[in-house]
């Protein structure tokens, strides 16, 4: 079967999830920058899997993503059926799936529910595009809501996730749920260096105030409420400032301007019409009144690609799937707290081009100041704070590199065993005096009245939960004891120990014992 000559990174991560999966992953993750080619790495995982005689289903939550991604499998000579809108069924014999996650998620519970499920039984590897986002979630949970990795696919099924951010956060579920494994590519800078990614131009101009927009949750990541933020921008001053920066710093140059909702679109546009600079908008609507400023999607897109004009404006539409590498500025006309949603919306520019050096990022939503700069080099987890109650946290093994458990000692992937830190050892070692594991009897025969070994006095009171008195009592009817002097230095040295732990307020031991004792050396 004919394929790709892949870049090394590529192939290199392909490898990787590869043998982690061998070795008993359920899922991986690839973390691949935007522009990084993960089109292209899906595609070559499900000719892979296709050569063995397997079915892949590419999951994901975009049309553009969809179109995009199926065009990049055909050519690796894989023909895939598509689920989405207004195409019911769909042969139960190809190798290859591209589904759009919304519309998988109305089949396998509708009329045709046995239909697909019985063809999501079928598949082998899961691939799920954009994967840190929470659309697909719903595939790894049962009736009630609750995690159930296979509630949908059969168990055998592996599952590979590819995002140039994998980060979520709020009530999403974690990463780690889905992925035991995270493979990590080159950096944005590392691509620049490498040549395959175009370096940015940063311009940060003054932001509107949005100290008073209001913020929403939807899809379980915090962003500005889309209405409220156009509100806040809806001015003359802040339209012509967006115009008049560009001209100043990107004038003449292809460019697509990132909106806050539609409506803020078609104004920008015309604006930038109103000013002498060719523009346009799309939009899943068009407000009334601007229709002269619209069209077809395909038209639009391909009048603009032609410098038909100059300047294309939009809200969401364009923030993923969609490519045009000699594309020479973005504009972010509107704040997001969103991280992803940011470097997706820049990584629009990053395509290298004939004769491109760079593209210009001119900010008017102060992302640059909250997010970093597109190239920082940043760390990604599979693991979020969260504040739900009873969830399995999880941590990497130090070895093999998968996601196990945070409370698990021993990592089930390679048996490489967590060292103990100081405090689980000394817990360790009271435990042999607790409660659970001797009597009373059995704890005080442990106690040695020796000078040096007071230790094992506070030992037991520790793991006892007795008190310092209780330390004293002892001292004083010990018969090992039987002097003052004795009495008295032993009882120091327990108060200088207990100084060290969490019994009693210790300041000066030996006034501690004085006091107890009644005896002043």
């Given at each position: 079967m004919a394929r790709f000559t892949l870049y090394d990174y590529q192939q290199s991560a392909v490898n990787e999830s590869r043998e982690f999966l061998k070795k008993g992953a359920k899922g991986v993750m690839l973390n691949l920058a935007t522009g990084a080619g993960k089109s292209v790495v899906l595609s070559e995982?499900?000719?892979?899997?296709?050569d063995n005689k397997?079915?892949?289903?590419?999951?994901?939550?975009?049309?553009?993503?969809?179109?995009?991604?199926?065009?990049?499998?055909?050519?690796?000579?894989?023909?895939?059926?598509?689920i989405k809108k207004g195409v019911r069924f769909v042969s139960t014999d190809n190798n290859c799936y591209v589904a759009m996650a919304q519309t998988l998620k109305r089949r396998i519970t509708g009329r045709d529910a046995d239909f697909y499920r019985y063809l999501c039984d079928?598949?082998?590897?899961l691939i799920i595009d954009e994967a840190h986002t929470?659309?697909?979630?719903v595939f790894f949970k049962d009736e009630n809501g609750d995690l159930h990795i296979d509630a949908v696919f059969n168990p055998k099924c592996k599952i590979v996730g590819l995002s140039a951010t994998p980060k979520r956060s709020g009530k999403q579920l974690q990463l780690s749920d889905i992925y035991t494994a995270m493979i990590e590519g080159p950096t944005v800078k590392d691509l620049i260096r490498m040549g395959k990614l175009s370096p940015c131009s940063p311009f940060e101009a003054e932001s509107v105030d949005m100290s008073n927009v209001k913020t929403s949750n939807k899809g379980g990541e915090k962003d500005y409420d889309s209405t409220d933020q156009f509100n806040?921008?809806?001015?003359?001053?802040?339209?012509?400032?967006?115009?008049?920066?560009?001209?100043?710093?990107?004038?003449?140059t292809s460019t697509l301007v990132f909106c806050s909702n539609v409506e803020h679109s078609a104004i920008m546009a015309q604006y930038f019409c109103d000013m002498g600079i060719?523009?346009?908008?799309?939009?899943?609507?068009?407000?009334?009144?601007?229709?002269?400023?619209t069209g077809d999607r395909a038209t639009i897109v391909s009048e603009w690609c032609n410098d038909g004009f100059k300047v294309l404006c939009n809200a969401n539409i364009f923030v993923a799937g969609y490519n045009r590498p000699n594309l020479e500025t973005v504009v972010m006309a509107r704040a997001t707290l969103s991280l992803s949603l940011y470097l997706q919306a820049i990584g629009r520019g990053s395509r290298i081009a004939e004769g491109k050096t760079h593209f210009n990022h001119l900010d008017f939503g102060g992302n640059i100041t909250r997010h970093g700069l597109y190239d920082d080099v940043r760390?990604?987890?599979l693991s979020h704070k969260t504040k739900a109650k009873g969830e399995t946290k999880h941590r990497e093994c130090k070895q093999c590199e998968m996601y196990i458990p945070q409370s698990a000692r021993k990592c089930p992937f390679c048996d490489y065993e967590k060292p103990l830190t100081p405090v689980e050892v000394e817990e360790m070692r009271l435990k042999a005096f607790s409660k659970g594991e001797k009597t009373y009897a059995q704890a005080y025969s442990t106690i040695k009245w020796s000078r040096g070994d007071e230790y094992t006095?506070?030992?037991?009171?520790?793991?006892?939960?007795?008190?310092?008195?209780?330390?004293?009592?002892?001292?004083?009817?010990?018969?090992?004891?039987?002097?003052?002097k004795k009495r008295y230095d032993y009882l120091v040295n327990c108060g200088k120990l207990l100084k060290k732990s969490k019994i009693g307020k210790m300041k000066y031991p030996a006034l501690w014992a004085e006091r107890m004792l009644g005896y002043k050396a």
């Amino acid at each position: 079967m004919a394929r790709f000559t892949l870049y090394d990174y590529q192939q290199s991560a392909v490898n990787e999830s590869r043998e982690f999966l061998k070795k008993g992953a359920k899922g991986v993750m690839l973390n691949l920058a935007t522009g990084a080619g993960k089109s292209v790495v899906l595609s070559e995982c499900a000719a892979l899997v296709a050569d063995n005689k397997g079915v892949t289903m590419v999951l994901t939550h975009r049309e553009e993503l969809l179109n995009s991604n199926g065009s990049t499998i055909e050519e690796f000579e894989l023909y895939p059926e598509y689920i989405k809108k207004g195409v019911r069924f769909v042969s139960t014999d190809n190798n290859c799936y591209v589904a759009m996650a919304q519309t998988l998620k109305r089949r396998i519970t509708g009329r045709d529910a046995d239909f697909y499920r019985y063809l999501c039984d079928k598949v082998t590897l899961l691939i799920i595009d954009e994967a840190h986002t929470g659309d697909t979630d719903v595939f790894f949970k049962d009736e009630n809501g609750d995690l159930h990795i296979d509630a949908v696919f059969n168990p055998k099924c592996k599952i590979v996730g590819l995002s140039a951010t994998p980060k979520r956060s709020g009530k999403q579920l974690q990463l780690s749920d889905i992925y035991t494994a995270m493979i990590e590519g080159p950096t944005v800078k590392d691509l620049i260096r490498m040549g395959k990614l175009s370096p940015c131009s940063p311009f940060e101009a003054e932001s509107v105030d949005m100290s008073n927009v209001k913020t929403s949750n939807k899809g379980g990541e915090k962003d500005y409420d889309s209405t409220d933020q156009f509100n806040a921008r809806n001015n003359r001053a802040a339209y012509e400032s967006v115009v008049n920066e560009w001209k100043r710093t990107a004038n003449d140059t292809s460019t697509l301007v990132f909106c806050s909702n539609v409506e803020h679109s078609a104004i920008m546009a015309q604006y930038f019409c109103d000013m002498g600079i060719p523009a346009k908008f799309l939009c899943s609507t068009t407000p009334q009144g601007y229709e002269h400023l619209t069209g077809d999607r395909a038209t639009i897109v391909s009048e603009w690609c032609n410098d038909g004009f100059k300047v294309l404006c939009n809200a969401n539409i364009f923030v993923a799937g969609y490519n045009r590498p000699n594309l020479e500025t973005v504009v972010m006309a509107r704040a997001t707290l969103s991280l992803s949603l940011y470097l997706q919306a820049i990584g629009r520019g990053s395509r290298i081009a004939e004769g491109k050096t760079h593209f210009n990022h001119l900010d008017f939503g102060g992302n640059i100041t909250r997010h970093g700069l597109y190239d920082d080099v940043r760390e990604w987890s599979l693991s979020h704070k969260t504040k739900a109650k009873g969830e399995t946290k999880h941590r990497e093994c130090k070895q093999c590199e998968m996601y196990i458990p945070q409370s698990a000692r021993k990592c089930p992937f390679c048996d490489y065993e967590k060292p103990l830190t100081p405090v689980e050892v000394e817990e360790m070692r009271l435990k042999a005096f607790s409660k659970g594991e001797k009597t009373y009897a059995q704890a005080y025969s442990t106690i040695k009245w020796s000078r040096g070994d007071e230790y094992t006095a506070v030992d037991v009171a520790r793991a006892r939960g007795y008190s310092s008195s209780w330390i004293a009592n002892l001292v004083r009817n010990e018969p090992n004891l039987d002097t003052n002097k004795k009495r008295y230095d032993y009882l120091v040295n327990c108060g200088k120990l207990l100084k060290k732990s969490k019994i009693g307020k210790m300041k000066y031991p030996a006034l501690w014992a004085e006091r107890m004792l009644g005896y002043k050396a």
